[in-house]
Antibody, heavy 118, light 109 residues
Framework: QVQLVQSGPAVKKPGASVRVSCTASGYTFTSHLLHWVRQAPGQRLEWMGWIHTGNGNARYSQKFQGRVTIIRDTSANTVYMDLTSLRSEDTAIYYC???????????WGQGTLLTVSS | SYVLTQPPSVSVAPGQTARITCGGRDIGTKSVQWYRQRPGQAPVLVVYDDSDRPSGIPERLSGSNSGNTATLTITRVEAGDEADYYCQVWDSSSDHRNVFGTGTKVTVL
């Protein structure tokens, strides 16, 4: 079955950077886009961007443009999301999610809690 | 930017029907998805392309979409339906963005 397993929780100081990983199994990795979505405490889901796992092209939400980078390693079936210049407002759970070939997200990782605090 | 508006909360008695709306400009021309998120868990896709259900999602959950409103309907509500529900569309007109609604908390009385 499809599984997306994310890296563990992270605590960072303001101004630092973070890398969150998402390792896929149970399907052909390069056949589906992979998205990143975050959720601040008590807030709605917020889309950050996606990567075409086949050719490596990525698209980002305007809100995060310049601070976020999404890359993939096809040899490891893993996607990475880098977020820089962290601030307290970036404290959230970060999810990766597989695109079901219609811009709907049909499988989700378990989430990674990022805490940004001095 | 495209905005999706949902009621903050819906309360329903067991066995009754819950309807959750998602308002957006000309949303009827877009494909709408719905996700259920139970406390402390990742979201789960329950409806896609307005009214299709992934395998494992019961027929009690159904979707519709027309005009400026999409609706998720849950019939014969059970305690396990208590969760937050989010609608989502792909807004191709603005920077290839996935847009989520404000979310609705469904409470089973």
């Amino acid at each position: 079955q499809v599984q997306l397993v994310q890296s563990g929780p992270a605590v960072k100081k303001p101004g630092a950077s973070v890398r969150v990983s998402c390792t896929a199994s149970g399907y052909t990795f390069t056949s589906h886009l992979l998205h990143w979505v975050r959720q601040a405490p008590g807030q709605r889901l917020e889309w950050m961007g996606w990567i075409h796992t086949g050719n490596g092209n990525a698209r980002y939400s305007q809100k995060f443009q310049g601070r976020v980078t999404i890359i993939r390693d096809t040899s490891a079936n893993t996607v990475y999301m880098d977020l820089t210049s962290l601030r307290s407002e970036d404290t959230a759970i970060y999810y990766c999610a597989r695109d079901g070939a219609g811009y709907y997200l049909d499988s989700w990782g378990q989430g990674t809690l990022l805490t940004v605090s001095s | 930017s495209y905005v999706l508006t949902q009621p903050p909360s819906v309360s329903v008695a067991p066995g009754q029907t819950a309807r959750i709306t998602c308002g957006g400009r000309d949303i009827g021309t877009k494909s709408v998805q719905w996700y259920r998120q139970r406390p402390g868990q990742a979201p789960v896709l329950v409806v896609y392309d307005d009214s299709d259900r992934p395998s494992g999602i019961p027929e009690r959950l159904s979707g519709s979409n027309s005009g400026n409103t999409a609706t998720l309907t849950i019939t014969r509500v059970e305690a396990g339906d208590e969760a937050d529900y989010y609608c989502q569309v792909w807004d191709s007109s603005s920077d290839h963005r996935n847009v989520f609604g404000t979310g609705t908390k469904v409470t089973v009385l």
